[in-house]
């Protein structure tokens, strides 16, 4: 049986527009350019730019949060979906996450059908501004950057190609309101014999905090390394292009594993941290205290709303005897994250000096 045949229940998805732009000069299938931010011809290097469509929004647009169960359904479907290449009718079979992907027949760019029922067009897309040889480039430095990378792996790190993706993103707005309680402590020096002690004194308090939360990242792939994908933040959100599917043209795209719902959920946990900090900092200036705990916090939220964007990112990896090491690049920041291997003499070296230094430093103050 064929793989085709096998895949008989995939749900067939058709691209909602011929998403190839030929070149006028040669008829080739043009790409997106970083370098130029429109269309580039990777045979003639003829360029184009995308143009906007009448009456479109500049960016993505925010949409209600409570109106969310009527925008989007997070029910993607079935596991495998057969797309349909509108450039030769080749049928072939993706993962049930991608929204955008190359004919291997023909080499066209696809980018599949997202306003049925089941599926959410993104809003909106960060395109990118990082080529594949500045990628190269910054991972070069940030690896030399990296004390405790052997000598031998800087030198031989050279990255495979590299894989240009989108990867999902939510963002979420909201104004909060928290009502808080919480001790605050001062301390005081007080001597004891021959010894000074600190003495903390604690005190009550309650009060109030608000806030505006501005486009508070999510991820939404759980396809990728999300401590290396932290690591690529932060993306400034508000540059981004209402979606076009020229800016995802000759690269992948992934499509949401993670709902809205699920999604602002995580935004509550990230948002309730960083409201913690700030109450903290605000209890400390105004009661002048050295520390502050017990800090107990009531939030509500109003006016939620959320975007659904593309981001850019550059995928690599190298080898170092005879393993891999993944890394990425920020295609619109060129910021690096990833694994590096570890010279353990290095961390030996480095964790006995650390400790010499701090005897000496007793031993100068004793």
Not at 87 to 98: F, K, N, P, R, T
Not at 114 to 122: I, V
Not at 157 to 167: E, I, M, N, R, T
Not at 280 to 294: F, L
Request: proline share 4%; hydrophobic share 35%.
């Amino acid at each position: 049986m064929s793989e085709f045949e096998s895949n008989l229940d995939a749900k067939v998805v058709s691209t909602i527009e011929e998403t190839d732009k030929k070149c006028p000069q040669c008829g080739g299938v043009m790409d997106y350019d970083p370098a130029t931010g429109g269309l580039k011809c990777p045979y003639c290097d003829y360029e184009q730019e995308i143009k906007k469509a009448e009456e479109a929004p500049e960016s993505a647009q925010e949409l209600d949060f409570s109106q969310a169960e009527n925008t989007a359904n997070c029910d993607w479907g079935a596991e495998k979906k057969t797309v349909l290449c509108k450039a030769c009718g080749a049928e072939s079979v993706y993962d049930a996450l991608e929204i955008s992907a190359v004919c291997p027949f023909c080499g066209s760019n696809q980018v599949m059908e997202a306003s049925d029922q089941k599926t959410m067009a993104p809003g909106g897309v960060i395109p990118f501004r990082i080529t594949d040889e500045k990628a190269s480039e910054l991972f070069k430095n940030w690896i030399k950057k990296k004390w405790f990378c052997p000598k031998m792996a800087k030198e031989s790190a050279k990255a495979k190609h590299f894989k240009g993706v989108y990867l999902p993103y939510w963002t979420f707005d909201t104004k909060t309101s928290s009502d808080y309680t919480a001790q605050y402590g001062k301390e005081r020096r007080v001597k004891r014999g021959d010894q000074t002690e600190t003495v903390v004194d604690w005190y009550n308090t309650k009060g109030s905090y608000s806030a505006v939360i501005d486009d508070e990242l999510v991820c939404a792939t759980t396809n990728q390394n999300q401590s290396m994908l932290a690591g690529l933040e932060p993306y400034d959100t508000a540059d981004n292009k209402s979606y076009k599917p020229e800016y995802v043209a000759g690269f992948a795209a992934e499509r949401y594993a993670i709902g809205v719902k699920e999604g602002w959920e995580i935004a509550k946990s990230s948002i309730k941290t960083k409201l913690y900090s700030s109450i903290s900092k605000k209890i400390r200036n105004e009661k002048n205290a050295d520390r502050v705990r017990n800090l107990q916090i009531q939030t509500v939220y109003r006016d939620i709303t959320y975007k659904y964007l593309l981001l850019p990112v550059w995928i690599s990896s190298y080898k170092y005897k005879d393993k891999v090491y993944k890394f990425m690049v920020n295609g619109q920041t060129g910021k690096v994250s990833g694994k590096i291997p570890i010279s353990i003499p290095k961390v030996i070296l480095t964790i006995v000096a650390a400790l010499v230094a701090l005897g000496i430093l007793v031993w100068l103050t004793s």
